[in-house]
């Protein structure tokens, strides 16, 4: 269960890979399953959070997942606990529709965790690593524009701000720069090949305890994916699905993605006004709040996971119990995305 770049590992598209779940027993106490209640979990991945929750309580776990090969692989989990665990192949910004059409309309708690799985990364045919060459593709799931039509068609400036905003590198200008001089000989196709280019762009930075061309695949992993905008859009279909009482706990990775949690849940909760033009500020930010938070705002993994795992460093898991306040529409600025070039569709070709 990741994102995030831990800085000792190298090829990987954003960081750490979902082999071991992290802040799984922090994760189940705040979910605190109940026999027979209903529980979301809307990254299943490797299956690690929907089993523990299942173990927790004779409980239910809608459990989503974009990728279908993941969904392919929870079967035998499904079969473990037949009528109690079900699989739906989907984006979990769509969660609304996926547990309606089960027959739900409220569940008691959401877990998420965000990010790309190591079943991903494994696969060479995805393009998430460079550390083996592959097609440069980066889709978690099966539609879409891959990161090769995005470095190949964007304009410099388009590129520059993507590798700017979603990878945090300082150098993304020169990035582009090499990167729209090389697609200029031919197309750029392979992970080996971007990551050749973003490291000569670099000067190769020796001594890094990275490779030079982490920010730059992370970025285009979380563009091609539109990462945050699914994250921003899960945040307030969780809002809308979740009961009064349920509990939303969502651990993330990425500085972005925990701001746009952070922010959302602080308006959410009455902490801070609303940001959005679209709503107004209320003058009892307390009395409109669609959640309330208890207890610390925010949780680390302890130093002893830490120790065990690294790659859970970055993890930050926040959490919050829905009121009874109707939901709110879903608003971009209000959960803090940022604006980025608009991903066209795929071209078929280079």
Known sequence: MMVGCDQHTWGVAGGPARH??????EVVAALAPVDGETYLDGTFGAGGYSKAI????????IALDR????ITAGRALEQKYPGRLNLVETRFSQMADAVRQLGVERVDGIALDIGVSSMQIDQVDRGFSFQSDGPLDM???ADGPTAADIVNNFEEADLARVIWILGEERRSRAIARAILTAREKAPIERTSELADIVSKALGGRRGAKRHPATKTFQALRMLVNQELEELAQALFAAEAILREGGRLVVVAFHSLEDRIVKQFLNTASGSEPSPSRHLPIA????????FSIKGRKMLKPSKAEQNTNPRSRSARLRQAVRTDIPARKFDGLLAGLPELPELQPASGGH
Do not use: F
């Open 54 to 61: 299942l173990e927790a309580a004779n409980c239910n776990v």
């Open 283 to 290: 003058t009892n930010l307390r009395a409109s709040a669609t």
């Open 20 to 25: 071991i779940p992290v802040m799984l027993s």
């Open 67 to 70: 990728d279908p090969a993941a």
């Open 139 to 141: 889709r978690m799931g």
